[in-house]
């Protein structure tokens, strides 16, 4: 049968594009990704592309792109998603996103969602003191919501009623049964008249990998007792009038819908119970959870979600609804603090892959010395049968053949009875039997377990231009999968089955889980290196929590950042550009003094002058380079990588 010949539909089965970046990303026929920076088909550029474009703007990759228009774009679709609901059931009540900024606290992010909000009555909510008292500066319209949320000291609460004091729509959100009295004591104090919110713990758990977030044992809420309480306190105090916010939370990527409806209809129903009580409650939050389909299988896989936007915002106001209508409740309105689906799509990793290290391919010998070892003979002829052989059946004693035979070889090399050359041989043989084992069964159903053992075996090593610790640091500690692929030559075959490296001296400084089915994939075929031509792989969906997770491991920076817009064509615009960190700012982060490490640097170059070790020539060459490379990027650089000095 003639081969089919490779095209771009073949590569979105692969790295299954159309299922996780829908609208945002697609293969077009000529090979590269393209994105739609408002989800509209006809509109689209080339992400390879834009990205050399960048480059000769001599900024070096690996870079973050952000893109504005989808930003705004996931914040109109949560907003269309409700708007629709809300028409569909009657809904009276209405709704408003509140953007978490502890997903991306970005001050070019935030500034475009707050930009944003100036047109709606969308929000924003704070977790701790700093990022509340940016949200105050920021916020210029003065009835755009403020939630805050997070353990509370005087201090914060100072900070949230001083926003109330000057007419901004600040809720601080009470966690704990102690922040009752802090309240009661700062609103005297300040003489402010606040109001605010209460989150409770429901029985209810959520699901997916932060299901512990909710339930009885959830970090932050109240009981229902001490919900109770609260309420009498407040009464007692005065201060029950300004209740206007009940809050619950079920934890970050809710995988399944079923677990978020038995939610919502626990907490409307302690909404309903509260009015029962002359609490004067309007707005109920139901938190973040709204799932990002990373892996684009739309299952209840931690890196996936069983339902799709207009589904979560249908249950949320239906739920909502079910329980106003039967206890003659008057509908809330609705607030959600769903960052991840609103800042994920937004931006992608760019990276080059420096080189690769791997199966040899090198021709192998076809004869052997007659006093040869035995394992080492049997390994050359199991290798020349199975270029014979197609039957997968035959190829598998093949397989356990070549197995027992290597495992022999090492054993007589660790005793002595086999040279070095012999064993380099004998590993020649096992992995190019290998290899051959599993492009034979890769055709047959049966052994697909088989194949997926031998792919991790015979895998190459990429090595990325990046740290996974700085750029993708949920990758490393939660093994979250994150949709990677590259970005070109896509309408060419991918031969190579491999893992990604970063530049880090670290092991876990790799990617070795990528998206696929159920539990998703050891390995991603990518494409064989070209030393002629750039090799370019986008990491995407990585625009919630990964920058402010990164941490500076071997000292690898925050990467270059471009924010891009669109014209009125649909074509990117470069909107402003965040430089990475420099090694002379990751030094000072660590407490080092460049001063005093360039004086140390020149000490020892003028003991080697003197020493005529090196000629005054090239002291000055050798000192300016140690300067221009402390004031460089963090990551390696073009005059780095071509030797330059």
Not at 68 to 83: T, V, Y
Not at 128 to 139: C, D, G, N, R, V
Not at 604 to 619: L, P, R, T
Request: aromatic share 10%; hydrophobic share 35%.
């Amino acid at each position: 049968m003639k081969k089919l010949k490779w095209n771009t539909n073949k590569s979105d089965e692969i790295y299954n594009t159309s299922g996780w970046g829908a609208p945002y990303f697609s293969i077009k026929r000529k090979g590269d990704v393209v994105v739609h920076p408002r989800g509209k088909p006809t509109r689209y550029f080339s992400l390879k592309t834009l990205v050399d474009q960048i480059i000769e703007r001599s900024i070096q990759p690996p870079f973050l792109l952000r893109f504005n228009d989808i930003l705004i774009h996931r914040l109109s679709c949560i907003s269309e998603a409700f708007a629709n609901a809300i028409k569909e059931f009657d809904y009276t009540g209405k709704h408003s996103v509140i953007y978490p900024i502890k997903v991306n606290q970005q001050k070019h992010v935030v500034d475009q969602i707050v930009k944003y909000n100036l047109k709606n009555s969308n929000g924003l909510e704070a977790g701790s003191k700093p990022e509340l008292l940016a949200i105050l500066a920021l916020s210029q319209k003065q009835d755009m919501p403020i939630i805050c949320n997070g353990y509370k000291d005087e201090e914060y609460f100072e900070i949230a009623l001083m926003g109330t004091k000057i007419g901004k729509a600040v809720f601080p959100v009470i966690e704990k049964f102690s922040e009752f009295e802090t309240l009661v004591t700062v609103s005297k104090r300040m003489d402010v008249k606040p109001q605010f919110g209460v989150r409770i713990k429901l029985s209810a758990t959520g699901s997916g990998r932060w299901q512990k977030s909710g339930g009885f044992r959830s970090k932050f809420g109240l009981t229902i007792n001490e919900l109770v309480r609260g309420v009498e306190k407040l009464k007692k105090h005065n201060l029950l009038d300004g209740f206007k916010l009940l809050h619950f939370h079920q934890g970050s990527q809710i995988t399944d819908i079923s677990t978020l409806k038995r939610s919502l209809k626990e907490a409307a129903r302690v909404y309903s119970e509260l009015i029962k009580l002359d609490v004067p409650l309007e707005i109920l939050d139901v938190g973040g959870g709204l799932g990002v389909d990373y892996n684009g299988t739309a299952t209840n896989h931690d890196s996936s979600a069983n339902y799709d936007l207009q589904e979560y915002a249908n249950d949320v106001v239906f739920q909502i609804k079910e329980i106003c209508d039967e206890t003659n409740v008057a509908c809330p309105t609705i607030y959600t603090e769903c960052g991840r689906a609103v800042a994920a799509h937004h931006s992608v990793l760019i990276f080059e892959a420096l080189g690769y290290s791997g199966y040899d391919r090198s021709k192998l010998p076809e004869k052997l010395k007659k006093n040869s070892p035995k394992p080492l003979r049997e390994l050359l002829e199991i290798r020349k049968a199975l270029q014979r052989e197609k039957q997968s059946t035959k190829v598998m004693e093949h397989y356990h053949d070549a197995i027992s035979n290597f495992q022999e070889s090492q054993n007589l090399f660790g005793l002595g009875y086999m040279n070095i050359r012999e064993r380099g041989m004998a590993e020649d043989f096992y992995f190019s039997s290998l290899k051959r084992c599993m492009t034979i069964l890769k055709q047959d159903e049966e052994y697909q377990d088989e194949v997926k053992d031998l792919e991790k075996i015979l895998s190459d090593t990429y090595f990325g231009n990046f740290s996974v610790f700085q750029s993708l640091p949920d990758h490393w500690a939660i093994e979250q999968q994150f949709p990677i692929m590259p970005i070109h030559k896509l309408n060419e075959e991918p031969t190579a089955s491999a893992i990604i490296a970063d530049i880090t001296c670290d092991s876990d400084g790799k990617i070795d889980l990528f998206i696929g089915p159920k539990k998703g994939n050891a390995t991603i075929r990518l494409h064989p290196l070209d030393d002629k031509e750039e090799y370019y792989i986008g990491a995407f969906l990585v625009g919630a929590y990964q920058e402010t997770l990164g941490d500076l491991h071997n000292l690898f920076g925050d990467t270059n950042a471009v924010h891009v817009r669109t014209d009125n064509k649909g074509q990117p615009v470069i909107d402003a550009i965040v430089r990475g960190d420099t090694v002379k700012e990751v030094l000072s982060y660590v407490q080092y003094d460049v001063d005093d490490l360039l004086d140390l640097m020149h000490q020892q170059v003028e003991k080697a002058v003197h020493a005529k070790q090196i000629s005054f020539k090239e002291s000055g060459k050798l000192l300016k380079f140690y300067e221009t490379a402390i004031e460089g990027y963090t990551y390696l650089e073009d005059w780095v990588t071509r030797g330059e000095l």
